[in-house]
């Protein structure tokens, strides 16, 4: 099975920097996702790392180590429309290549 | 990125009805395409996965008589509620996986059943 654990919640300054942490157990494991999810939206793919290592694009960077089981997504000059809920999901072995999802960290970016 | 739409993006229906939704990827084919659930607040919960032109798979504790699923072409996937209840009102939201194994959310369907 799979089991992916991220903070519930988060809060930080206009202007800053966060980094949001999410760990994973996963029976088989093919790359890990993080999505950016506004209320009442679906979700809107940020970055896909399947290598260890610090993929960076823009404000936002994402992180992997696959032999710890880790992931961070980091969010750089946070502005206030980053208040939103960010998903971590680790991607199955499978054929299908399914995903499982964390349970999404809010964060809520003050001015 | 790629695009991926649904319809319809609300709907309200009686109690005992069935209700399709569709799911569209617009400018790529995907053989794959997921159908999830998610309650307010939650994370997205995978239904199950849609393959064209073969049956779906669907998750444990997912009734496959209850959500039928159809993926009769590349860029179309449809999932219908039949005999909705008001247990079934949740936000449905489909992905489509491209060639690089990326998976593209719809926007989601709210339904609600009265």
């Known amino acids: 099975g799979q089991n992916i654990d991220q903070p519930t919640e988060m809060t930080a300054t206009e202007g800053a920097i966060v980094q949001i942490n999410c760990t994973y157990q996963t029976s088989g494991f093919n790359g890990l996702f993080w999505y950016q999810q506004h209320a009442g939206e679906a979700p809107t793919f940020l970055s896909y790392n399947v290598l260890d290592g610090l993929e960076e694009k823009g404000r936002f960077s994402s992180f992997l180590s696959r032999s710890k089981g880790y992931s961070y997504l980091l969010l750089k000059e946070l502005q206030m429309k980053d208040s939103a809920s960010y998903l971590c999901a680790a991607v199955s072995s499978g054929s299908a290549r399914q995903l499982t999802f964390g349970s999404g960290t809010q964060l809520t970016v003050l001015p | 990125g790629a695009v991926v739409s649904q319809h319809p993006s609300r709907v309200i229906c009686k109690s005992g009805t069935s209700v399709k939704i569709e799911c569209r990827s617009l400018?790529?084919?995907?053989?794959?395409m997921f159908w999830y659930r998610q309650f307010p607040k939650k994370s997205l919960m995978l239904m199950a996965t849609?393959?064209?032109?073969?049956?779906?798979?669907?998750e444990q504790g997912v009734e496959k008589d209850k959500f039928l699923i159809n993926h009769a072409s590349l860029t179309l996937s449809t999932l219908t509620v039949t005999s909705a209840h008001p247990e079934d009102s949740s936000f449905y939201i489909c992905?489509?996986?491209?060639?690089?194994?990326?998976?593209?959310f719809g926007p989601g369907t709210r339904l609600t059943v009265t």
């Open positions: 849609s393959n064209e032109g073969s049956k779906a798979t669907y």
């Open positions: 400018d790529f084919q995907a053989t794959t």
């Open positions: 992905s489509a996986r491209s060639h690089r194994d990326e998976q593209y």
